[in-house]
């Protein structure tokens, strides 16, 4: 993810009333997480 993109998620994700803590675990989770280990593939 850019800056901007992360920062447009924050503010999408306040406004639907996550915490700091919540936020920061998603971002996380987005920013490590391989796609290939749920199975799908984008061919």
Do not use: A, F
Not at 4 to 17: A, D, P, T
Not at 30 to 39: A, F, M, N, Q, R
Request: aromatic share 2%; glycine share 6%; net charge negative.
């Amino acid at each position: 993810m850019t800056g901007k993109e992360v920062v447009n998620l924050i503010r999408v994700l306040r406004e639907k009333g996550l915490s700091s803590d919540e936020i920061l675990q998603i971002i996380e989770y987005v920013e490590t997480h391989d796609p290939k280990e749920d199975g799908h593939t984008e061919d």
